[in-house]
């Protein structure tokens, strides 16, 4: 029997190769997002993916409960629109187990009013929305306190709820919203505290529209979260290097201003 030539064995091993590459392991990877900035990054990211033959798919969602659920139950492979601390509370109250791949950016959470052109402008009595959910709840709340407004008990950490404030010398009165609902209540209200990206899209620029701002060290930064059985998934560790590219970097950089900040 003839020995296999050389071409033949190159040939075999290119195929092998080829089945063997993270575009052949999941050939489409799609991915949960909120529309700003999320999905608009997951879009720079797509054509460096291409590149590596790998399809990238983006499910925009509206709301910060359905894409934890979309994964949980398989019908993502990712999903890009939350911090740590609040998958950590999600995963606590859910009873699942979704991870964090990589961080990639901050959404400094503000202030704003559709009323006032200052903080130091709110009336005794003043009402402020902030978010429902227990995590940006308790970092609004910590906003406030950074900003002067109120105390709040230490011991809490930084999930405080409006039980756990010990100084409220101008008696504000708190409006718990959906945060997807913040922007919505502005007209309603003296003052809200908004999530970045939905600041975005309503129109807001963060940086020039928020009468208090969150620095850029805080822990809050937004993650590409995974199953934990996908965590070694090749085709998602080429989506978060592709987050975590030069190209990715200054479209961020360049788009939002200094109202998303990249952490890598």
Same mark, same amino acid.
């Given at each position: 029997?003839?020995?296999?030539?050389?071409?033949?064995?190159?040939?075999?091993?290119?195929?092998?190769?080829?089945?063997?590459?993270?575009?052949?392991?999941?050939?489409?990877?799609?991915?949960?997002?909120?529309?700003?900035?999320?999905?608009?990054?997951?879009?720079?990211?797509?054509?460096?993916?291409?590149?590596?033959?790998?399809?990238?798919?983006?499910?925009?969602?509206?709301?910060?409960?359905?894409?934890?659920?979309?994964?949980?139950?398989?019908?993502?492979?990712?999903?890009?629109?939350?911090?740590?601390?609040?998958?950590?509370?999600?995963?606590?109250?859910?009873?699942?187990?979704?991870?964090?791949?990589?961080?990639?950016?901050?959404?400094?959470?503000?202030?704003?009013?559709?009323? /006032?052109? $200052? @903080? &130091?402008?709110?009336?005794?009595?003043?009402?402020?929305?902030?978010?429902?959910?227990? #995590?940006? =709840? !308790?970092?609004?709340?910590?906003?406030?306190?950074?900003?002067?407004?109120?105390?709040?008990?230490?011991?809490?950490?930084?999930?405080?709820?409006?039980?756990?404030?010990?100084?409220?010398?101008?008696?504000?009165?708190?409006?718990?919203?959906?945060?997807?609902?913040?922007?919505?209540?502005?007209?309603?209200?003296?003052?809200?505290?908004?999530?970045?990206?939905?600041?975005?899209?309503?129109?807001?620029?963060?940086?020039?529209?928020?009468?208090?701002?969150?620095?850029?060290?805080?822990?809050?930064?937004?993650?590409?979260?995974?199953?934990?059985?996908?965590?070694?998934?090749?085709? /998602?560790? $080429? @989506? &978060?290097?592709?987050?975590?590219?030069?190209?990715?970097?200054?479209?961020?950089?360049? #788009?939002? =201003? !200094?109202?998303?900040?990249?952490?890598?």
């Amino acid at each position: 029997m003839r020995k296999p030539s050389t071409i033949v064995l190159l040939g075999l091993l290119t195929v092998f190769l080829a089945f063997s590459s993270p575009a052949a392991l999941a050939a489409t990877v799609t991915v949960g997002a909120t529309p700003v900035p999320h999905a608009e990054i997951l879009a720079v990211a797509a054509p460096l993916l291409e590149q590596q033959g790998i399809t990238l798919r983006i499910m925009e969602f509206n709301d910060y409960v359905t894409p934890n659920r979309a994964l949980a139950e398989g019908e993502l492979d990712a999903n890009f629109f939350q911090h740590q601390p609040y998958l950590d509370t999600y995963n606590a109250d859910a009873g699942t187990n979704i991870v964090s791949l990589v961080g990639i950016h901050i959404e400094p959470l503000g202030v704003y009013s559709s009323k /006032l052109d $200052a @903080l &130091a402008d709110l009336p005794r009595g003043a009402r402020i929305a902030i978010p429902n959910d227990p #995590t940006n =709840g !308790g970092r609004a709340l910590l906003l406030l306190q950074a900003a002067g407004l109120i105390k709040v008990d230490p011991e809490t950490g930084i999930q405080p709820t409006v039980f756990d404030i010990t100084d409220n010398p101008n008696q504000l009165r708190f409006i718990e919203l959906e945060a997807a609902q913040l922007t919505r209540s502005l007209p309603d209200v003296d003052a809200a505290v908004i999530n970045g990206n939905y600041a975005l899209v309503a129109g807001m620029v963060p940086t020039r529209d928020a009468l208090f701002l969150e620095g850029s060290q805080s822990p809050y930064v937004n993650i590409l979260a995974v199953r934990p059985e996908d965590k070694d998934n090749p085709a /998602l560790a $080429a @989506l &978060a290097e592709a987050l975590t590219s030069p190209e990715v970097r200054d479209f961020i950089l360049e #788009t939002y =201003g !200094g109202s998303v900040v990249p952490v890598f």
